[in-house]
C-alpha cells in the first residue's frame, strides 16, 4: 500500500533562515513524489516532483527536494525563507499502476515570522 | 484563463438535499479526476476518469455519490440526500498522457457546507 507521513503538522521559521519539511514515504513500487503548496483560499500548486530521475529536484521558488531511497524520504527545503512562503505544504506520492491517482500525506503548515 | 475551472466555488445546502458540481479540466487533457479535502487534512482521492470511462473508484465514494464525464470534456459530482459529514472542499484535477507524467493540474474546489 501507498501512504505519507508529514512529520510535522507545524513548522514556524523566521524570515531568511532555512526550511525543513519532513517526509516519509511508503510504497511496493517506484514511487513518483511531489509536493504541493496550498496558499489560503488558493488552489493547489505544484511545487516540484520526482519521477525517477535525478534524486535532487529543483522546484519553484527556491524550494529543492532529495529522493532517498535508503531513508525512504523526501524532504523538503529552502536555503532562505521568504514571508510568502507561509502556506500548507502537502507531500504526495503516485504510482503508475494506480492511474496515476495521488496520495496526499495530512500537511505542514508553515509559519514564516519577521 | 486556461486552467481547470469549478462551479460553483461555494455551496451552502441543507442536510438532506441533493447538490451538484461541475468541473471543466484543461482542454486538451484526458484525465480527470476528483478529490475531496476536509479541514486540517490533505485531500483524499474519489475517482478517476480517463476520456468517459470511469475507472476507479475510492471506497469514500458511498452509493450517495455519482460522477459522470458524459463526453469526456467536463465532469460533475452529484451527492445526494446529503449529510453534514460531506462538508468538505470538493477538488477537480486533470492531467495528459504521457508527456507530463503524473503532473495533475487542481481547480481552486468547490467548498461544501451542509447545515
Known amino acids: 500500500a501507498q501512504s505519507v507521513t508529514q512529520l510535522d503538522s507545524h513548522v514556524s521559521v523566521s524570515e531568511g533562515t532555512p526550511v525543513l519539511l519532513r517526509c516519509n514515504y511508503s510504497s511496493s513500487y517506484s514511487p513518483s513524489l511531489f509536493w504541493y503548496v496550498q496558499h489560503p483560499n488558493k488552489g493547489l500548486q505544484l511545487l516540484l516532483k520526482y519521477t525517477s530521475a535525478a534524486t535532487l529536484v529543483k522546484g519553484i521558488n527556491g524550494f529543492e527536494a532529495e529522493f532517498k531511497k535508503s531513508e525512504t524520504s523526501f524532504h523538503l527545503t529552502k536555503p532562505s525563507a521568504h514571508m510568502s512562503d507561509a502556506a500548507e505544504y502537502f507531500c504526495?506520492?503516485?504510482?503508475?499502476?494506480?492511474?496515476?491517482?495521488?496520495?496526499f500525506g495530512a500537511g505542514t503548515r508553515l509559519a514564516v515570522h519577521p | 484563463d486556461t486552467g481547470v475551472s469549478q462551479d460553483p466555488r461555494h455551496k451552502i445546502t441543507k442536510r438532506g438535499q441533493n447538490v451538484t458540481f461541475r468541473c471543466d479540466p484543461i482542454s486538451e487533457h484526458n484525465r480527470l479526476y476528483w478529490y475531496r479535502q476536509t479541514l486540517g487534512q490533505g485531500p483524499e482521492f474519489l475517482t478517476y476518469f480517463q476520456n468517459e470511462a470511469q475507472l476507479e473508484k475510492s471506497r469514500l465514494l458511498s452509493d450517495r455519490f455519482s460522477a459522470e464525464r458524459p463526453k469526456g470534456s467536463f465532469s460533475t459530482l452529484e451527492i445526494q440526500r446529503t449529510e453534514q459529514g460531506d462538508s468538505a472542499m470538493y477538488l477537480c484535477a486533470s492531467s495528459s498522457t504521457p508527456t507530463e507524467r503524473y503532473e495533475q493540474y487542481f481547480g481552486p474546489g468547490t467548498r461544501l457546507t451542509v447545515t
Open positions: 504526495v506520492v503516485s504510482f503508475s499502476g494506480g492511474y496515476n491517482k495521488l496520495i
